[in-house]
């Protein structure tokens, strides 16, 4: 796959060593409700728990049917087999990724993470595969919380650029008509699936249905 499909989630981003059995289970409840797009963000985890995690989400999200990515380490993405990698602002920039999956993973596919904010330029991210872009909406729970560009700021984006970008910040399934409307590519989700009061499996299955067909 070239870029996720259209509904990625991205993984809660507090998992402890504790925890990651349980998200495993959730992530498979997701999968079973339609989810086909992981992104694997856990910067607390050490280099052989993540591993771990992430050799297990691969059993579930399985090449050719989903698309799996890990954050920032490239290493573990490259022995956990995912389809990519996804750059933030404390990554390798996007060359010197390209550098190392070429040597080992030519087919990995490569993703970042930019903000109208920090005064991100196509120079920053060009050889990117897809983008995240954002916050769409209030992201209360984010450390250091930026200003939401709303779905306006969203569709000067897509119409400037034409790497297929998802939209990132604060979504959920209501959301979906008007991210696609801006021309984004997919929605990224994290607290509408994994803290929805119907639990992953039937917040999947929303997710994808308010989305739609490709």
């Known amino acids: 796959m070239l870029v996720p499909p259209p509904v990625l989630a991205l993984s809660p981003g507090n998992l402890t060593p504790v925890g990651t059995a349980a998200f495993a289970a959730a992530a498979e ?20 728990a993540l591993l771990r995690l992430a050799r297990q989400l691969r059993a579930v999200f399985r090449r050719g049917e989903a698309f799996l990515a890990v954050h920032d380490r490239v290493h573990v993405a490259l ?14 920039v996007v060359a010197d990724t390209h550098e190392v999956s070429r040597r080992a993973a030519p087919e ?41 560009i709303g779905f306006a700021g969203l569709a000067r984006f897509a119409a400037e650029h034409t790497v297929p970008t998802f939209a990132l910040g604060g979504l959920g399934p209501g959301d979906a008509e008007a991210c696609r409307a801006a021309g984004a590519r997919g929605i990224a989700v994290r607290r509408a699936l994994w803290q929805g009061p119907a639990g992953p499996r039937a917040s999947a299955r929303a997710l994808v249905d308010a989305w739609g067909a490709p």
């Open 108 to 148: 990995q596919r490569i993703a970042v993470s930019v903000s109208t904010h920090a005064g991100d330029t196509r120079d920053l991210y060009g050889d990117a595969d897809w983008v995240l872009h954002g916050p769409i909406g209030d992201v209360p729970d984010k450390p250091v919380a930026l200003l939401p």
């Open 79 to 92: 022995l956990a087999e995912a389809d990519g990698v996804h750059l933030g602002w404390r990554s390798l």
């Open 29 to 48: 409840a997701a999968y079973d409700g339609g989810l086909r797009a992981l992104l694997l963000r856990e910067p607390a985890l050490e280099d052989g």
